[in-house]
């Protein structure tokens, strides 16, 4: 797979198209459980990543650099509690491809290890929490069994379906972290909206991917 | 839901701007991040910064404690989300005057996060010792044992006002943290809520309550509660709040309190009042001394509608630096 610094600025611009869309759904998920701002947030701190993107990023050629600023610009937009988790998870991915224009499927399959781990590290919660470790955790683990022999495309398909087994858990699971750990019961019945997102970035990066192989 | 805004995505930027331009002589916004509001007085050298933040949709939490004998400054976040680290490293940076600075901030994830990010790169790239105190004052978030789980609603008003009053008055980053901690043991909050509130940009209730219902310990930004029921008169839910607070926090006759009652952004004077009465009632039966009151909006959830009740029982050192005076924006004590 040939994945190149304009690669990554294109599947950046696909989140951003991707949480406006799912705006208001993430938001009406997170109603049930928190304070009904998920989507909103997601959005904040994507379009604040779009200005970057139409911008300062526009004719950045250094993936790690690319990854960097992303990092802080969501942080930075968001704060809350998915500010810290995907800002780690962009810094730890960006070690992974720093100096780097153009990056392997080994370096794509390092780089989302090493954003997962970064995440789960920041935010300590566990598998069973309700949280948007719940999908990505079954991605960590299908991504660590992927072979470099395999066709990378087809191999984060079986990643992108791991997360979302992982993210439909979500709705038979008491919430344990967070706000709407205080639900107690209530919480059962309701898929989480961080698990949501954060499928959504896992899977457009599946459909980017894919397009970029077609043409 | 109808408010009184422009466009929802600027709900917060604009309102810090009229907030600074409301009152030039107690506050400014620092010119390296909008979102950090510091005290427009010179601070002395040697004091001990204190700096407290969270999300907006509170006010006057947070923004409304700065200034002299409270918060030297605060970092505002979006709608009840925290600030991130920029902002609070700034403002950090500015009202060190080489003792430290001292976080104080409700115990919610994301804050925990985004201060503790701060912190850290406050130290390893400005060398400035920062210490930290989580307020865990509602006792309706989870039991006693687990005090450290436990969110921090209106009862930072009376951490802020203790640790702004001790830093005047000279006290060292650790005896900071350490009165800071004392306070947040000794207080204890509950809350009520009537009616739900709304986000500017959502629009949509951030929870669903029936007319005649209320909920019984609920968060300030609608998380559920322990209970909801059919809506019973201010009396009943006073006393309500307080035995709970007084099964978590028994405090002997004798003894000293400072009570605050705080509404939760709709509910009118007249009501808070009716709930002091009974509050009032029940402490002097059981021969408690209300050493200093309040009533009003402390710390709010928009427009959502009921009220808190905290109470934090008072040593002498706490009783004397309750009483310092206070001169902030949106809070006044001679």
Known sequence: ?215 | MKKLINNPTNVVDEMIEGYIKAHPNHVKQLAENKRSIVTAKETKDGKVGVLIGGGSGHEPAFMGYVGEGMADAVAVGNIFASPPPDPILEATRVIDKGAGVLYIYGNYAGDVMNFGMAAELADLEHGIQVGTVLVTDDVASAPKEEKEKRRGIAGEFFVTKVAGAASEKGYSLEELVSVANKANDYTRSMGVGLTPCSLPQTGQPSFELGENEMEIGLGHHGEPGVEKGELKTADEVAERLVADILVDMPIAEGEDVAVLVNGLGSTTRMELYIMFRKVEKMLSEKGITIHRSYVGDYSTSLEMGGCSVSIMKLDDELKELVDQTADCPMYVQK
């Open chain 1, 1 to 215: 797979m040939k994945f190149t610094a304009k690669d990554l600025l294109t599947y950046l611009k696909n989140v951003v198209e991707v949480m406006e869309e799912n705006k208001d759904y993430l938001c009406e998920l997170d109603r049930k459980l928190g304070d009904g701002d998920h989507g909103v947030t997601m959005s904040i701190g994507w379009q604040a990543i779009n200005e970057k993107l139409q911008d300062e990023l526009k004719d950045e050629e250094d993936c790690g650099r690319i990854c960097i600023t992303t990092g802080r610009t969501f942080l930075s937009a968001v704060g809350s509690s998915v500010g810290p988790l995907y800002a780690t998870g962009f810094l730890r991915g960006a070690k992974v491809v720093q100096n780097k224009t153009e990056v392997t499927g080994e370096d794509v399959k390092e780089f989302w290890i090493a954003f997962i781990e970064g995440i789960k590290e920041r935010g300590q919660a566990e598998v069973g929490d309700k949280t948007m470790v719940d999908t990505l955790q079954p991605a960590l683990e299908s991504l660590k069994e992927l072979q470099s022999t395999e066709d990378f495309v087809e191999g984060f398909a079986k990643v992108v379906a791991a997360a979302k087994t992982g993210m439909e858990s979500t709705k038979d699971l008491l919430s344990k972290r967070g706000r709407s750990s205080r639900l107690g019961e209530r919480s059962i019945g309701n898929q989480d909206p961080g698990a949501t997102s954060a499928y959504l970035i896992l899977e457009t990066f599946h459909q980017t991917i894919t397009a970029n192989q077609t043409v």
